[in-house]
């Protein structure tokens, strides 16, 4: 069976500080997908990013940054300067490989509050 | 305009009510998910459709029933809930395993009474 587990329930850190979430996992397949999705208090998700198992490099996207390590099964995801904006529930999720759709298992979320 | 809608937004109903949420996508996505949040819990996955077809059913009480007649609609019929159902449920559509992950819908904000 596939886990993810967000330690952090709530973080709070005031504007422009940096900020990492941790996400862990857990899963017997070789070969299965990462994810990280943004909750804003609107209620939509919205998709960050994707990782497959084969790629560990890590990526950077203007102030968001994540760091795959396999060895340690972790995925955690850095904001850079924070903005009020980022303010949200943050979701790490993953998935098996199937080659019609994705089945996702989500994290429990970390809630981020940036304070102005 | 967000690439997967969802109607209604909101929804209040008893135990005894026959309710549906509907779910749309242009996106040309092939596979289409409902999934449940409730607070302190993680995303549940209730049900998947591949190409139309049902492929994945999580132990879903009979009381949610998943209709999808074609593959730009999702429907979750509703019927008996009790108040614990009570939750925000969300649909999402994906173009299978792709490059990207789900495009969600904004959710229907589900109160049983």
């Known amino acids: ?116 | 305009e967000t690439g997967v809608t969802q109607t209604p937004r909101h929804l209040v109903m008893g135990m005894t009510n026959k309710k549906s949420l509907k779910c749309e996508q242009h996106l040309g996505h092939n596979a289409m998910y409902w999934y449940k949040q409730s607070a302190k819990k993680p995303l549940e996955l209730m049900f998947v459709y591949s190409l139309e077809e049902r492929v994945e059913n999580n132990s879903v009480p009979s009381r949610f029933s998943p209709e999808c007649p074609n593959s730009s609609h999702l429907f979750l019929h509703l019927h008996t809930l009790q108040p614990e159902d009570s939750a925000l449920y969300l649909c999402a559509s994906s173009p299978g395993t792709g490059t990207k992950g789900y495009t969600f819908g904004s959710g229907t904000r589900l109160t049983v009474v």
């Open chain 1, 1 to 116: 069976a596939q886990k993810v587990t967000q330690a952090q329930t709530e973080i709070s850190v005031v504007e422009k500080e940096d900020v990492t979430l941790d996400c862990v996992y857990e899963t017997r397949d070789t070969t299965y997908y990462l994810f990280w999705y943004k909750q804003p208090p609107s209620g939509e998700l919205v998709f960050l990013i994707r990782r497959n198992s084969f790629d560990e490099q890590n990526e950077i996207s203007g102030r968001y940054s994540w760091n795959f390590q396999k060895s340690t099964s972790s995925f955690n995801f850095t904001i850079t300067a924070s903005q009020v904006v980022d303010s949200a529930v943050y979701f790490c999720a993953l998935s098996e490989a199937t080659w019609s759709y994705q089945k996702v298992t989500f994290g429990t979320g970390t809630k981020l509050q940036v304070i102005p």
